[in-house]
């Protein structure tokens, strides 16, 4: 079991329940409403989008064996603690799952639950060592993992848009950092990510932009007129401090330990990030 919690990255299918609550309770109504959280049908939609996830991180590593061996060889699952066709019928049973329970909810939520397993399945065997293509691929699937929410709801509101691009945003840089820090494995399968194609040096000159993009939006939804000043501190402590931290770091970054230690500031970034819509 423990082994199998590993394999599906639990705590990020943790992040994903609460992202997708908080954004149910707060984001898509006057007033916090938890009642929503415990409403079957929004359940059912967690539950989807949580397998469908799940099966993601399953076939990514099934695929992944050989890399994982050079770039993360303590973490190597598939094939050691647990077989490799056991490991397909879990990825295939919860893909299953995830699309049959979002169609029961509404044929909009199906199908965009069937989308992400199409494009998981393609980011895990070939998009994935692709320049950019599968980084946006990820960064667009965590997106839409709030907007879902929104579409079974729908509600589609300018603070649920600016959450959804706040994901795909530091996704989307995460992804990056995260090729960076996978080179040597990548490199020796051939695989074309952006720091194999133009060098570590020049992707970080691709990541300054997009960080700078994504503090300018943190400042000017932190300081908008209408957001609470409690929204503004916890912002300004929690989101936008480690956001200005993390491009300092990267501008010092030049090993293979720097962006672990980016990649790891990357997701408490998300988390923080996450948190602040119970101020909203």
């Known amino acids: 079991m423990k082994a199998f919690l590993t394999l599906i990255r639990f705590p990020n299918l943790v ?13 898509l109504s006057a007033g916090v409403s938890w009642q929503k959280v415990l409403e079957p049908s929004f359940i059912v939609l967690t539950l989807s989008t949580v397998f469908i996830a799940a099966a993601g991180y399953i ?19 598939v094939g050691k603690s647990i077989r490799r066709r056991p490991a397909m019928g879990a990825h ?41 293509i599968g980084n946006v691929v990820i960064s667009l699937l965590s997106a839409s993992m709030l907007l879902v929410v929104a579409v079974y709801a729908d509600t589609l509101n300018k603070t649920t848009l600016g959450y959804s691009l706040f994901a795909l945003l530091i996704s989307l840089i995460r992804e990056i950092i995260k090729d960076v820090e996978d080179m040597k494995g990548d490199a020796s399968f051939d695989c074309r990510t952006l720091p194999i194609v133009v060098g570590m040096r020049n992707t970080k000159w691709v990541l300054y932009p997009l960080m700078a993009t994504f503090i300018v939006l943190l400042i000017i939804a932190a300081w908008h007129p209408s957001t609470p000043v409690l929204f503004d501190t916890y912002m300004l402590l929690f989101v936008l401090a480690p956001s200005i931290w993390m491009l300092v ?12 230690y980016l990649s790891n500031l990357n997701k408490l970034i998300m988390l923080t990030g996450i948190l602040s819509m119970l101020f909203v």
């Open 92 to 132: 295939l049973l919860l893909s299953f799952l995830g699309v049959a329970m979002g169609l029961w909810l509404s044929i909009p939520v199906g199908l965009i639950n069937l989308g992400a397993v199409l494009l998981l399945w393609g980011y895990s065997d070939r998009l994935k060592r692709m320049m950019l």
């Open 249 to 260: 770091k990267l501008a010092r970054a030049d090993r293979k330990q720097d962006f672990t």
């Open 15 to 27: 992040l994903i329940v609460l992202s997708q609550a908080l954004a149910q309770a707060c984001l």
């Open 59 to 77: 076939i990514n590593d099934y695929y992944d064996i050989k890399i994982d061996a050079i770039n993360k060889p303590q973490r190597v699952l």
